[in-house]
């Protein structure tokens, strides 16, 4: 017995060497500095906006970047359109940064930027996007934001810094729908904090 476990651990070690050595980038694919986001770029972007919608995604998940493409490419036309006062924000957290993929999601309108250091797995993309959260909303308390939580992880921020969704991860979603795309959807609980 207690050699299977030496071997799976082995087997884990090994696996994790290369998934991280094969992830890593040189320093010659580090993406110029205007891509990357900090906790004071994010907050001039939003300081003098409406209520706006932050969007955390990740490279690996095809269904986040799914939902960008489709979803918020047509809610980010609507706001064109209708030249609303609302912000679509996209924040990348993964090690691998495309710019051609920001530079699409710039075409469209959209502030698209990634948060460095963001990691090589899952966990620490996640991670990452946790501690980027607090750090830019020190005073929020986002009780939907656990250990296991979906990609993209959409936030909903007042003009006056006030995290508006942080006890609904649906909330997001249902907001844009129903005050950016215009199809109601029953009943939003979104009210400007003061």
């Known amino acids: ?25 040189s320093q010659s694919q580090v993406p110029d500095n205007k891509y ?20 955390f ?15 918020y490419k047509e809610a980010q036309d609507s706001i064109n359109s209708k030249k609303l006062h609302k912000k679509i924000v996209l924040l990348l957290a993964d090690d691998k940064v495309d710019t051609t993929i920001l530079e699409k ?12 250091s963001s990691g090589t797995s899952a966990i620490e993309n996640r991670s ?3 501690q980027f959260i607090n750090q830019c909303f020190p005073k929020n308390k986002i009780e939907w934001l656990g250990r296991g939580f979906k990609v993209p992880a959409e ?14 991860d649906m909330q997001a979603t249902r907001f844009v729908i129903e005050r950016i795309l215009g199809f109601p959807v029953g009943k939003i609980e979104v009210v400007n904090a003061k």
């Not at 936030?155 to 609904?168: G, R, W």
Request: net charge neutral; proline share 2%.
């Open 128 to 130: 990452t996007i946790k």
């Open 57 to 71: 995604y990740t490279t690996w998940c095809g269904g986040a970047n799914e939902t960008i493409d489709q979803f």
């Open 155 to 168: 936030i909903i921020v007042a003009p006056n810094k006030v995290i508006l969704n942080e006890k609904d």
């Open 1 to 25: 017995m207690k050699s299977i476990h030496q071997i799976l651990t082995a087997i884990i070690i090994c696996v994790l060497s290369l998934s991280m050595s094969s992830c890593s980038f």
């Open 105 to 116: 999601h710039r075409s469209w309108g959209m502030e698209s930027y990634y948060i460095p």
């Open 36 to 55: 990357a986001i900090t906790a004071k770029k994010l907050d001039s972007l939003i300081s003098n906006n409406d209520t706006n919608v932050i969007v």
